[in-house]
């Protein structure tokens, strides 16, 4: 054995705090003292402590839902991981997070997925993050054999390999996916030849045997630094208990359980040191007892505070970071089409901040699908990605970056596809600021193109943001015209949380007034583009410019155009409630307008702020109307595409109609 007694010893006291810990949460959730779910690591010691002696300051670790091991092997207070568990506010993530989710910034731990093989992109998205800031750092992707088959985690190995990222896959490879075995799941003889497929090098080692694992950590550090490339360790070993608290194994049997319990990686090594005689026995049991009465100690402590709990008022800190950005109308205007404003606003943030990044498909030479990168590639050229087609992978990548302060603005081709992208919004950009209570902020920008009328049919049309206004977490800006696209893309960009940018098609190619650099636009803030007196049209995004249209109709038609007042939304969460109040209180009728179709649409949210503002209401002196796109897909052909979404005589009519001309 070539560790000195120091580290060897250090060794034994991780995989001995993490076994006393893990033993502890077993029997408090038997005693039902603790609630919801765990994963015990229990004869899972041997890598978390190979891990921990081998990483370096800087270095990042994603642990898996089994995450308590490495947790205590990076650093973290066994005090602040039970508070965690029992919920407490004294806990790594003041109880917002519990057993999946303990972040620890301090320690290089920005907390778990408990979506499985969804960290192995965030870990991806942190190598990358290193890398872009030229850190010789790397980061540790921890991931189970059951995650092995899923999708992103082939995504995340193929952009890992053609973008040399420092990044170190360690795979325990414990033989089960909760009850199903590797031999029914995983198609193919070995788990490495999935990293190898993409030109990565991976090597298994006996994930029981402590200075196997070492030294496999050890050289794959090495490795990914000198080599720039990325690394794939699968460590074979077992899980003692079942898969979480309820698991009573049927599907193992008792042999294969005890044939591992005699493997189980802390006697091993302890036999190691003693027959080496790097340690005593008596030194072996001193340690022993000091590692079980400290994690004794620690959690009586916890113990004693575990009702201590976050007020349900401060929760609401936690879901969006309020730092203000500085906001200015600029005088100086030149005219630009929507999809030049859009780049104007890519170009003057990466050229004043080089941690802002933009990733997607084709966006380089070719100039991205809807030509709005242009030839950004030649200006920024450290600064651009193209990915591989490969959404879920990259998406959650840049929500991993953005934990070391990268502000990726990721162009998702089509809005459409931004169901593949779902785990990356619904799941980690939106939560990771309140699972890790305020530790880390998600400042991404994803950018959809959305909407209809350019003949691409079902797949390529629609109007999604109803999907994305319900998750608290996530802001949604729909701006009307090529000015706000570029002054609330540049707010966006600068805001310290994630923002979906819908970007309409047809937004492309408007031309209009766009200020200049330091034009930025506040998010959140809706705007009365036109005063008027008796009819609120409240609309956002390319429907605005159909409002916008009805007063040209008024005025053609000889009609009163003052009747009118269109309220651009610009942000629809957080939504400016306010704007819309004072619109209607003042013209006593309202009609919503947008292209997504009407039921459960976000119109909805907009006729129920409207009602449930007592004194709005009893103003009213019309029902509020919706003109909504239809409850269908939208169709291909031109002419039915048209008819499906609202149409401008509708819109003339219904308003003559609610005003009684
Ligand atoms: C995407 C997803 N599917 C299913 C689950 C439920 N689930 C939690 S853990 C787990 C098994 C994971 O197995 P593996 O990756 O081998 O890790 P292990 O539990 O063995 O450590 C499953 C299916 C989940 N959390 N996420």
Redesign the pocket.
Known sequence: MQLSKKKAMKALEIMLNSRYFEQQISSLFQKNIMHGTT?L?IGQEAPQAALALNLKEGDWIVP???CHGYTIASGSSLYKMFSEMFGSSHGLSKGLGGSMHMSDKNNFNPGSS?????GVALAAGLSFALKHKKQENIAVAL??????N?GVVHEIMNISSIWDLPLLYLL???G???S?SVKQMVAGNNLTDRAKVFNIKAISVDGNDFEQVYNAIYHARKYIIEENKPFLIECKTY?YNG??KSDPCIYRTREEESYWLSRCPIKNFTKKLIDNKIATKEEIDILNKACEKLVLEELNKAEAVKDDLLSVDSLKSFVFDETKIETYESKKLHRALGREAIREALLEESQRDSNVVVLGEDIGLYGGCFKVTGDLYSHIPNQLFETPVSEEGFANLAVGASLLGIRSVVEIMYGDFSTLISDALINHASKIRFMSAGQFNCPVVFRLPMGCGTGHGAQHSQSLEAMFTNIPGLKVVAPSSPRKAKALLKASIRDNNPVVFLEHKLLYQIEGEVGDESDIFELGKASIIKEGTSISLISYGYSTNVCLKIVELFKESNLDENLIEIVDLNTLSPLDKKTILQSVKKTHKAIIVHEAPLSSGFGSEIVATICEDEETFSLLEKPIIRICGKDLPIPFSLELEKSVVPIESEIFNKVKKLLEL
């Open positions: 994963h690591n898996t839902h089994r408990a979506v499985v093989a969804s991931l189970g054999d059951g995650a092995t899923r325990e490879n414990n089960y996916g909760m199903s899980r898969h979480s």
